[in-house]
């Protein structure tokens, strides 16, 4: 146990958002790919086959959150069993992006936002690994949710952005709706009442369920429309969303590349431990 801490690896899993899937294979020098069947664990398929690869040394675990041609919508992701692929794959951390719509004036398009918070309006997910699937995870488990994303890989998300003269917001909550469809122009003006600044379908319940799994998430928003609550504004259009991320997409990939680097630089064993033991200390049912 002493030396597996003392040797602890690092390996960082990559959950690609819309836009960011098939480039960021080759981005990342992935030679190996464990397909869907294998990666099949207590709580189902992942949404796309897991791919290895490594860059300056730090293994990296990718991703495709929609699948393969983005076949899932947000409701039908099996958000557990891709955490739980990451994690059996032997991910400490996780970097998330994520396309968002911007419910304030001071995030534009194309702005990069390291979420710090979150409100969720989800309805129809399995929000925790603790429902008696898996005797992994056994009895109640009742976690806090402030920091909601790990506060370290966050900063490295924005030293990683800085470093590049990246212009990227340190914070900001996060709202994640339902979907597939989009927000009424009153559900809008109501997620902003609510102090959000971006609206998501998808960090829900992906940034909690990682957090149970022991896992440090942080996520890279991108804005890419500000939904449907300006005036004489165009509305939200999926295809708008999609051509904004890819007018954008090289700094998410470069951002994700540095902040890999970075995260070797570090000592994170006292983080893991840390959210090991309040998950321990969170489960409050009588061990017998
Ligand atoms: N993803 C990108 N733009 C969005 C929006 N306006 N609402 C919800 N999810 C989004």
Known sequence: EFLLIFFYIFQVGIICGSGLGDSLSKTFN??????RENAKNDFGYPSSDLYHGCIDGV?????????????????????????EALRLAKCTHILASTACGSLTESIARGQLVVP?????????????????????????????????FDPRTSEILLQAAKKLGYNIRKGGTIITIEGPRFSSKAESNALRLWGGHLVN?????EVFLAKEA?????????????????????????????VVFKQNV???????????KL??????????????NLIESSNVTVKK
């Open 30 to 35: 992935c030679s190996r790919t464990t397909n």
């Open 201 to 205: 379908m998808t960090i829900c319940p």
């Open 263 to 276: 995260i070797d630089c570090g000592d994170w064993e006292q983080d893991i431990f840390k959210l090991k």
């Open 59 to 83: 293994d990296i675990v990718l991703l495709a959150r929609h699948g393969a041609g983005h076949v899932f919508s947000p409701t039908l992701v099996n958000y557990r069993a891709n955490i």
């Open 116 to 148: 710090d918070s979150f409100i969720d309006r989800t309805t129809f997910r399995k929000g925790t690994f603790y429902d008696g699937t898996s005797a992994k995870y056994s009895g109640v488990c009742h976690l806090p949710m402030e920091p909601a």
């Open 250 to 260: 090289d700094k998410i990939t470069n951002v994700l590349l540095e902040a890999v």
């Open 214 to 242: 022991g896992i440090l998430y942080a996520a890279i928003a991108m804005a890419t429309d500000y939904d449907c609550w300006r005036e004489c504004e165009d509305n939200v259009h999926a295809a708008d969303v999609l």
